[in-house]
């Protein structure tokens, strides 16, 4: 089965999402749509072997306005799951 990354909602720039089948040491990125840039900071790191889980990803100060999606890498760096898009204002 695919792994599954959800965005939620982003209130008070924290990120809530939920995941589906992401294996452990995984790593959940911030990526802005319009150039495909993986921004360095925040990164989530999985570290519970749960089948659901849930994140909440508080944004630094350094992010701008615009279009962006959550992206899972697995341990190898590789993608693994990929969010729908949503805005930072």
């Not at 939920?18 to 990164?43: F, H, I, N």
């Not at 279009?67 to 949503?86: I, V, W």
Request: proline share 8%; net charge positive.
């Amino acid at each position: 089965m695919k792994p599954i990354i959800s965005f939620v909602e982003l209130e008070n720039r924290v990120i809530s999402a939920t995941y589906r089948r992401l294996m452990v040491r995984a790593k959940v990125v911030l990526v802005e749509k319009a150039s495909g840039r993986q921004l360095p900071e925040p990164v989530t790191t999985i570290a519970s072997p749960v089948p659901v889980g849930a994140l909440r990803i508080r944004l630094p100060d350094t992010i701008k306005p615009g279009t962006y999606f959550l992206k899972a890498l697995n341990g190898r760096g590789e993608d693994a799951a990929q969010s729908a898009d949503f805005e930072i204002g």
